[in-house]
Nanobody, 127 residues
Framework: QVQLVESGGGLVQAGGSLRLSCTTS????????MGWFRQPLGKEREFVAT????????NYADSVKGRFTISRDHAKSTMYLQMNSLKPEDTAVYYC????????????????????WGQGTQVTVSS
């Protein structure tokens, strides 16, 4: 059973910063691409950022480019999402995920490529 544990969500004012963390087992972490997705209340889940297994490739949603940075630390088996210049429209439940379908080494913005998901962490940005 693959478990992903997220942390770092919370309440922040517009313009502020938060860093989300996602930890999983070392075996999974070292071999698979991972991603962050979010789901605003009452809306569908949407792609935020993705990173390849070796961090050689990253991709971001247009809405977060230049503000968010995805990274991973193999020594800690942890993926991060540094979120700066937060806006109220960034308010959502954020999920980390491990890619288990297709070319699972490669970054992907398609949530259908991901097979393992965290429980989600709430990010609320006040105006």
């Amino acid at each position: 059973q693959v478990q992903l544990v997220e942390s770092g969500g919370g309440l922040v004012q517009a313009g502020g910063s938060l860093r989300l963390s996602c930890t999983t087992s070392g075996r999974i972490f070292s071999s698979y691409a991972m991603g962050w997705f979010r789901q605003p209340l009452g809306k569908e889940r949407e792609f935020v950022a993705t990173i390849s297994w070796n961090a050689g490739s990253t991709n971001y949603a247009d809405s977060v480019k230049g503000r968010f940075t995805i990274s991973r630390d193999h020594a800690k088996s942890t993926m991060y999402l540094q979120m700066n210049s937060l806006k109220p429209e960034d308010t959502a439940v954020y999920y980390c995920a491990v890619r288990g379908r297709g070319s699972f080494y490669d970054a992907s913005d398609d949530d259908g490529d991901y097979t393992y998901w965290g429980q989600g962490t709430q990010v609320t940005v006040s105006s």
